[in-house]
T-cell receptor, first 110, second 115 residues
Framework: GENVEQHPSTLSVQEGDSAVIKCTYS??????FPWYKQELGKGPQLIID?????GEKKDQRIAVTLNKTAKHFSLHITETQPEDSAVYFC?????????FGSGTQLTVLP | NAGVTQTPKFQVLKTGQSMTLQCAQD?????MYWYRQDPGMGLRLIYY???????DKGEVPNGYNVSRLNKREFSLRLESAAPSQTSVYFC??????????????FGPGTRLTVT
């Protein structure tokens, strides 16, 4: 089955700096790559997604890039703010299921 | 709209006890899912239901059973709880089963401890 690896597991940045989280996947059939944000005590929430026919997608301070040849995708957060502190999960989807990475705890230091 | 709701929020069980986790959604979604979340392991799919009346195993189904009671409700049952089932359980729903055709919406989770 699909295997998704996510790095780093923890990331601390100064407020205003950028944060980058990287993931790799194994299944060539995967064609959908959503990113979820999980705040403390809550369920994950979709923040951005990208499909395999697109190399990059941006939504305000958040961007995702996808390299299908290398089977990796990344989340970029610019101008980080304290409210960006959370756990971020990458995931990879094909016909039926989403497979999630192990998560990155992002801490934005004031 | 409440979205996806789960009960209870917290539960402590003794080894061998049974319990049912309840999940309901009010978004008229067709597909529903149960995940477990363990430290350092992300979310792993236990069971899913593509539509009312159907259920299928996910990645880690052993020790669990599910019931899709109607379009709104999807329950997860632990018949004989084990310490290895200590975890946070999330229910999710989506309009369509195919991952690329619909966002999955998650409930707030149930934190289960088995002693």
């Amino acid at each position: 089955g699909e295997n998704v690896e996510q790095h780093p597991s923890t990331l601390s940045v100064q407020e205003g700096d950028s944060a980058v989280i990287k993931c790799t996947y194994s299944d060539s059939a995967s064609n959908y790559f959503p990113w979820y944000k999980q705040e403390l005590g809550k369920g994950p929430q979709l923040i951005i997604d990208i499909r395999s026919n697109v190399g990059e997608k941006k939504d305000q301070r958040i961007a995702v890039t996808l390299n299908k040849t290398a089977k990796h995708f990344s989340l970029h957060i610019t101008e980080t703010q304290p409210e960006d502190s959370a756990v971020y999960f990458c995931s990879s989807g094909s016909a039926r299921q989403l497979t999630f990475g192990s998560g990155t705890q992002l801490t934005v230091l004031p | 709209n409440a979205g996806v709701t789960q009960t209870p929020k917290f539960q402590v069980l003794k080894t061998g006890q049974s319990m049912t986790l309840q999940c309901a959604q009010d978004m008229n979604h067709n597909s529903m899912y149960w995940y477990r979340q363990d430290p350092g392991m992300g979310l792993r799919l236990i069971y899913y239901s593509a539509s009312e009346g159907t259920t299928d195993k996910g990645e880690v189904p052993n020790g669990y059973n599910v019931s899709r009671l109607n379009k709104r409700e999807f329950s997860l049952r632990l018949e004989s709880a084990a310490p290895s089932q200590t975890s946070v359980y999330f229910c999710a729903s989506s309009f369509k089963l195919r991952a690329s055709e619909g966002e999955q919406y998650f409930g707030p989770g149930t934190r289960l401890t088995v002693t």
